[in-house]
């Protein structure tokens, strides 16, 4: 009787974690410039990654990736990246950087919102690091799930973020 409860155990602890690693994959797909990837809340399609030089003398030179955001919801979003903020996590040597400041193309000013359904240019800029050395960085995009009716207050919400996208690279103008 002992030997059969364990067996069916095991096999529901086996079931348990394939469903689990199908619901939350550990290793999301690759993706390339160009491709899209839906963030939930935005579609982000990254359009370049370069190294950019120092802005003024004693500055840090700077990575600088250029991104189309488009607002899938139908409202202005201010939290364009999910609340808590989880804009792409880039990863270089294994350490990962701080979260890049967000400016608009058009005019420079900081990304404060997002209006439905028009396309933005944005570039997102990251400071290197003093101790970088130039090589491929690894960049983690992350998707805000929504739930029509989450179970805390029984009403819409936007929830947990999993990886949903990597790319990996060597930015423009490494050496």
Known sequence: MAASAGVA??????LWLKVEEARAPQDPPPVALGQP?????V??????????????QGEPARL????RLLNLTGESQTAVFGFP???PELASGGVVWPEPEVTLDRDGEMLAQLHPRLAERVTLAWQLPPDWRP?????????QIFKLRDNLYGMSNWLLFQPTARMTMLPEGAP
């Open 135 to 143: 090589g491929p960085v690894s960049l983690t995009f992350h998707r």
């Open 9 to 14: 155990a095991a096999v529901l602890l086996g």
């Open 37 to 41: 990837v839906d963030l939930g809340r």
């Open 64 to 67: 600088l990736m250029q991104v």
């Open 43 to 56: 579609e982000l399609t990254p359009l370049s990654l370069a190294l950019a030089p120092p802005e003024q």
């Open 85 to 87: 903020p989880h804009p």
